[in-house]
């Protein structure tokens, strides 16, 4: 189980890491441990907190948004010196906030939270943003139930999924804009769901994993229009899925997630086409059945999933470190050979179908080209006859002018001639 849902580590542009998380009767604490140095002891920064609160990390700042005992959202701001409190902006619904949420991207800042309206006893999924020079208030989605949602940074702004009305919804909020699009239904969801999403933006692809019924489904969205079809929600593993994640390493896509004490992952090296089957992530924790969930966070990097081991309070096992062969977290991982095998087999198979299909391609390129060739052949004898056609009609229209002229010549002829005449007949008619 989890013992709290909100928990950060933070690592600067001096590779410093700082761990933020709550305990209750305490509120927020924070321990820093520099690049070779011991961590400092727990220093408290915020008593009036709950464990309802998000921190992000931009250049040198560290902003940590949180909301506290009186049901207000407050701002911290780290500006590489001292801690220092900033006003937010007015609420624009009034009620119960939940699930604080802060991105940072490059000097914009993103606020949401979910909120429950007093008034209609509704849940509105609420956005506020700084563009670097005012706050903008957006209400994204409401609901009769709460809105479970998940947001990201994208190359042009955020990424967004959220369920309302037992929807599954996708949308984005665009820096050019400045509004939020049309949302796109993913699947359908019980608004008494609460699935764990994760997107990442790789490839020229948006690539989404969520839990639905225990069952992990995982959708791409190329350039253009979403999926038409079922058969793009694919189902990764169906023993319950808590913290999926997917990650673009070394040209492959990795999905990780967390099921029943353990962690798993499968791969996919031709961009989400086809995947492997899943398989472990062995540990020196047998176990992971009581653990935190962490986000870490880097400068210009999307925050990364990783797992926290409570009987050990530094003991961390940080998914994008597992993969990494120079760091201590590459020994907890073992590669399932007979799984990793399949999954060759099956990308054998696929590439054998492909050259298949070109073979066959070829033959038709082959024919298309022969054909090709007939036709310019009849295209040439036409074009030859069509020049002949042209000297022949050139020619007749020369003899056309010179019969013309013949006969405008013998026409002049005709009426001297006829002049002559008259006057020998009619001798008379000269006076």
Not at 146 to 175: A, C, H, R, V
Not at 280 to 301: A, G, M
Not at 329 to 334: I, L
Request: glycine content about 4%.
């Amino acid at each position: 189980m989890l013992k709290y849902k909100n928990s950060y580590v933070i690592e600067d542009l001096k590779g410093t890491h700082w761990y933020f998380y709550f305990e209750p009767d305490e509120g927020i604490n924070c321990i820093i441990k520099p690049i070779d140095e011991k961590e400092s002891a727990p220093e408290n920064l915020v008593n009036t907190s709950t464990d309802e609160f998000s921190v992000d990390i931009d250049r040198d700042f560290i902003y940590l948004l949180y909301s506290d005992i009186n049901n207000e959202l407050n701002l911290l701001i780290w500006n590489g010196k001292i801690w220092s409190k900033s006003p937010l902006m007015k609420n624009p619904i009034n009620g119960s906030i939940q699930s604080p949420n802060i991105i940072l991207d490059n000097g914009f800042v993103h606020i949401t939270y979910e909120v429950n309206n007093k008034k209609d006893n509704g849940y509105y999924l609420v956005h506020h943003f700084w563009n670097k020079s005012k706050w903008s208030s957006y209400v994204v989605a409401n609901s009769s139930n709460k809105i479970p949602y998940f947001l990201t940074k994208g190359s042009s702004g955020l990424y967004g999924m959220y369920i309302e009305k037992e929807q599954l919804m996708y949308s984005n909020f665009n820096y050019t804009s400045n509004s939020w699009t049309k949302p796109v239904i993913i699947g359908n969801a019980r608004d008494t769901d609460n699935p764990f999403i994760y997107m990442n933006s790789a490839n020229n692809s948006i690539h989404i994993l969520y839990s639905i019924d225990d069952k992990l489904h995982y959708v791409r969205k190329t350039s253009g229009n979403w999926p038409s079809n079922n058969e793009q929600n694919k189902i990764l593993f169906s023993d319950g899925v808590e913290y999926p994640n997917i990650l673009f390493i070394g040209g492959n896509l990795w999905a990780l997630w967390y099921s029943k004490g353990f962690l798993y992952t499968c791969l996919s090296a031709d961009n989400g086409d086809t995947w492997s089957e899943p398989f472990k992530i062995s540990s020196e924790v047998d176990s992971l059945s009581i653990c935190n969930f962490i986000s870490l966070k880097k400068p210009e990097f999307s925050r990364t999933r990783a797992f926290y081991h409570i009987k050990n309070p530094y003991y961390l096992i940080l998914i994008d470190d597992i993969f990494e062969p120079h760091s201590s977290g590459f020994s907890y991982f073992t590669f399932y050979i007979n799984q990793i095998q399949q999954y060759i087999n099956q990308l054998s198979n696929s590439l054998q179908e492909e050259k298949n299909k070109n073979k066959e391609l070829i033959k038709n390129m082959q024919k298309i080209e022969s054909y090709y060739k007939d036709l310019s052949t009849q295209y040439s004898l036409l074009k030859n006859s069509y020049g002949n056609l042209l000297r022949i009609v050139d020619n007749l229209k020369s003899e056309y002018e010179n019969i013309k002229k013949e006969n405008t010549a013998l026409k002049k002829e005709l009426e001297k001639a006829n002049s002559g005449l008259i006057k020998k007949i009619f001798p008379w008619s000269r006076s």
